[in-house]
């Protein structure tokens, strides 16, 4: 990464100032992003020795007001599985909403997971078997989703909002996430079409 140093005295405090400014901002880089769950190739996950993903729910896979899955998630979650990858559903979201989409489906959840407290991710992994080194994170949201997986210590995809729409709580963390998003870009950290 870049770090830009700028004197404003002979102490250096603004270069001071600049590195920790990075260091803390990395928490909330994804390792990868892509516009859309289904950029994410089930094949190439297992030839990089991934054997679970851990993925939001609410505008990561379907709009947060869809009740189901689409067929095109269907056919994707099917390959996931032919490729003998685990998923589960990590939500903030109430019990009644995660269950009425994952059930269906046969996917394991956990619901109101509080992210980005890692909490959540560690009981994914855990009732999944694997070794966090083993598993991703995908969703939609740096300040849940990327934040909390990257302080898991797992690999986390970031995906462009299936909707451009949100509730309450998510509307304030997209204020915050487009300035980090902005910061991001500007230093060639992260590409990202609007």
């Known amino acids: 990464m870049e770090i830009i140093l700028i004197r404003y005295d002979r102490m250096g405090i603004k270069r001071v100032v600049r590195e920790r ?7 909330f880089l994804p390792n990868e992003h892509v516009k859309s769950v289904f950029e994410v190739s089930p094949s190439k996950l297992k030839e990089l020795g991934i054997k679970g993903v851990i993925t939001d729910l609410d505008n990561t896979l379907v709009e ?5 899955a689409t067929p095109e998630l269907v056919e994707w979650f099917k390959e996931i599985k032919e490729q003998g990858i ?3 559903i990590v ?3 109430n019990e009644k909403r995660v269950k009425e989409f994952a059930d269906p489906l046969g996917i394991p959840f956990i619901f109101e997971a509080r992210k980005p407290l890692v909490r959540a991710f560690k009981r994914a992994v ?3 078997g694997l070794q966090k080194e083993e598993v991703v994170v995908i969703g939609d ?7 909390g997986g990257n302080r898991s ?4 995809i970031l ?12 509307k304030f963390n997209r204020l915050v996430e487009r300035r980090i998003l902005t910061w991001m870009k500007r230093r060639g950290m992260l590409y990202w079409e609007d």
């Open 153 to 156: 210590g797992m690999h986390t």
């Open 21 to 27: 400014c990075n260091k803390l901002l990395n928490v």
């Open 126 to 128: 855990k009732e999944m």
């Open 159 to 170: 995906v462009v909002p299936v909707a451009q729409t949100d509730g309450f709580f998510t």
């Open 86 to 88: 685990t998923v589960t």
């Open 91 to 93: 939500s903030n979201n």
């Open 141 to 147: 949201q740096l300040l849940t989703d990327v934040f």
């Open 64 to 68: 947060w007001d869809r009740p189901s």
